[in-house]
């Protein structure tokens, strides 16, 4: 498996913005495809964006398009995830998560990622 560590969480105000990261060790990061999930208090874990392994495919969930991008930097084996023009809705632990090697992915459940982080509180206020 893959080792991910998540950073860059916080508190900010609706309407601002955050950059999370996510460092990643243990195989090789330019294979794998990469994704953000987000659970807030007392619901289900849900996909936020995903990115192939050389960055040219990106999806989103439908809450976030638009207003957040997903993307990489294989030579730093790092994911980011640029969240701007924050909701309070956005409250959540952010978890980065990583796909099998080589896989391309159709569907972005839980299932389909099988490397995950320990998360990182972000908290948006009105």
């Known amino acids: 498996q893959v080792q991910l560590v998540e950073s860059g969480g916080g508190l900010v105000q609706a309407g601002g913005s955050l950059r999370l990261s996510c460092a990643a060790s243990?195989?090789?990061?330019?294979?794998?495809?990469m994704g953000w999930f987000r659970q807030a208090p007392g619901k289900e874990r849900e996909f936020v964006a995903h990115i192939n392994w050389s960055g040219a495919r990106t999806n989103y969930a439908d809450s976030v398009k638009g207003r957040f991008t997903i993307a990489r930097d294989n030579a730093k084996s790092t994911v980011y995830l640029q969240m701007n023009s924050l909701k309070p809705e956005d409250t959540a632990v952010y978890y980065c998560?990583?796909?099998?090697?080589?896989?391309?992915?159709?569907?972005?459940?839980?299932?389909?990622?099988?490397?995950w982080g320990q998360g990182t509180q972000v908290t948006v206020s009105p």
């Open positions: 243990g195989r090789t990061f330019s294979n794998l495809p």
């Open positions: 998560a990583a796909g099998r090697e080589y896989y391309i992915l159709t569907s972005f459940t839980s299932s389909d990622f099988d490397s």
